[in-house]
């Protein structure tokens, strides 16, 4: 997990967290569930690892944290709640964090989880020759202390705000893994059989077939109510769907929007849970270039593109409207009162005359100085709905006269080009944090990062140095509200849209919430109402 220093870059792995404390009030089948049901939820590719050292991909983190926890977990409104720790409080300075641990928690093996097995993973995440991909989470963590068996502290170097992010790693078994050679961790058979502290263990994995999950009977949490959890392996998108349309799959993730119709007609049997992502598009323009440099102009490009033609035609309605960088899931920073820039093609054409760009020649382009406006556009080719959106965005800005050039490029030449401001403009998109550091892609100081575009304002810097630094989450919330407005009004990126993932799930499933942060959200409070309803009718309930 990548957390808010300086230097994270802003295509992050994606921190996933399932919720597993305490009981669901809206749960009222705990008494009389099947809880001999199960499970199949088809998945495009295979797990890498089950050691949270070395996962680097989202959905192995979620099926991972079904079975490994940490001290503190996210909830559906991204506030953190206590996993294996039953509270904690900071220091009057902010520079320790001290967590109390829940008595009554136990490994899969019946060994106690304490706050030796914190101590020791910590010490594994910060060891260089662990190399573990989650290292930044100890950069600013000074010591982890031993209070008592039940209570750790951790020491910082400063204050920041994400210091319970970087202590809310999930926990590793000391009692099985401090004899293993640091150099030796990544191959270890920790990461192909892993001892669990939450609602699941591993049952079997068969590479590149399936993963089967079995509920953990020493969890200390309510019992799961899935005897059995199963992702089955189909790497191909057709047969996943084929599967789905059948039953042979109770579960997809990520279904296609366009298939959407076609699956609810084929089998009416499954309910579709529309998410609201954390991916958005946008159009980002080289202000380095004087064509872009006038805020009237990009906000005229913007004004120029129907955004909700594109979320209808292209995403099938899976999508909303974008306005800054934070999504909407993030409810305590997220500014819900700017207005979006209308689709309007005639104060889009006023904003260019003022500009003082006009069709000073009837030849449909504007121009100035003799010079018309156009532009090149790169995207990533290979991805079918960047490629159909520059299409659409070509021609909507036609219509009012300024003339774009598609370059569509491979993957890697494109990152190449974007580094070396080697762009007019380009389609691109970005998977954003749980957290809020804009600092690699606003600040003009990241041009050596993901500022690609040489953005550049001085009360835009400062709002972001001061809201990294704020340990108040009210104070820091108006800031970042602040900054979306005025990142907003600069219309240095076209903000397109947010991205929902579309997520198909048979219908006998009950409780089921999909969530930004997980669509595997709280699955130990799933269950199969066809099985709790066929047990209660032959026991009289």
């Known amino acids: 997990m990548l957390k808010g220093t300086l230097g994270t870059i802003a295509l992050i792995i994606v921190w996933t967290l399932l919720g597993c404390g305490g009981e669901s009030t809206g749960d009222k089948t705990q008494h009389k569930a099947d809880y001999r049901s199960s499970i199949i939820i088809g998945i495009p590719k295979d797990v890498d690892t089950f050691n949270p050292l070395y996962t680097e991909t ?72 662990v190399a573990s991909p989650q290292k930044v989470a100890a950069e600013l963590i000074k010591k982890v202390e031993i209070v008592d068996s039940l209570t750790v502290r951790f020491h910082f170097k400063e204050p920041y705000p994400y210091q319970v992010f970087d202590t809310a790693e999930e926990i590793l078994p000391k009692h099985v893994l401090e004899g293993v050679a640091r150099d030796q961790l990544r191959g270890h058979a920790f990461g192909r059989n892993p001892l669990a502290s939450g609602p699941y263990k591993l049952k079997q994995h068969k590479k590149q077939q399936y993963i089967e999950l079995e509920r953990n009977e020493n969890y200390f949490g309510p019992k799961p109510h899935l005897e059995k959890i199963v992702f089955k392996i189909v790497p191909d998108e057709t047969n996943l769907l084929t599967q789905l349309r059948s039953g042979e799959i109770d579960m997809m993730i990520g279904v296609p929007p366009a298939e959407v119709d076609q699956l609810k007609k084929a089998n009416s049997n499954i309910n579709i849970y529309p998410v609201s992502g954390r991916l958005y598009y946008y159009v980002g323009y080289n202000e380095s270039l004087p064509k872009f440099q006038d805020p009237r102009v990009r906000q005229a490009l913007t004004m120029a593109m129907n955004r909700q033609e594109m979320i209808d035609a292209l995403l099938y309605g899976f999508g909303k409207p974008c306005v800054g ?208 309803e066929k047990l209660a009718n032959s026991t009289g309930n």
């Open 325 to 532: 960088h934070i999504p909407p899931m993030i409810d305590w920073a997220y500014n819900d009162n700017i207005k979006p820039l209308p689709y309007d093609i005639e104060a889009a054409k006023d904003l260019m005359a003022r500009a003082g760009w006009k069709d000073s020649d009837g030849d449909g382009w504007l121009d100035k100085n003799g010079k018309i406006f156009e532009f090149s556009l790169k995207t990533d080719g290979a991805n079918t709905i960047k490629s159909d959106i520059v299409v659409v965005i070509q021609q909507q800005l036609k219509a009012i006269g300024i003339k774009v050039a598609l370059q569509p490029q491979e993957w890697t030449a494109l990152m190449g080009q974007l580094k070396a401001k080697d762009f007019e403009a380009h389609l691109s998109g970005w998977s954003t944090s749980l957290f809020i550091d804009p600092t690699p892609v606003f600040h003009s100081s990241a041009t050596d990062l993901f500022n690609y575009g040489s953005y550049a304002n001085p009360q835009v810097d400062q709002l972001i140095e001061k809201g990294r630094a704020e340990m108040d989450r009210d104070k820091a919330a108006a800031t970042w509200k602040t900054l979306q407005e005025i990142v907003y009004q600069d219309q240095h990126y076209s903000f397109l849209f947010w991205v929902d993932r579309v997520v198909a799930v048979n219908s006998r499933y009950a409780n089921v919430n999909p969530v930004p942060l997980s669509s595997l959200y709280e699955l130990e409070k799933w269950y199969d109402s066809a099985s709790t």
């Open 58 to 129: 989202a959905f192995a983190h979620e099926i991972n944290h079904l079975m490994l926890l940490g001290l503190a977990d996210l909830d559906d409104k991204s506030d953190f709640q206590p996993e294996l720790s039953q509270s904690w409080e900071f220091a009057e300075d902010n520079l320790s964090l001290t967590y109390h641990l829940r008595p009554d928690m136990r490994w899969a093996d019946g060994h106690p989880i304490s706050a030796e097995d914190v101590e020791f993973t910590y010490e594994l995440i910060a060891d260089p020759v």
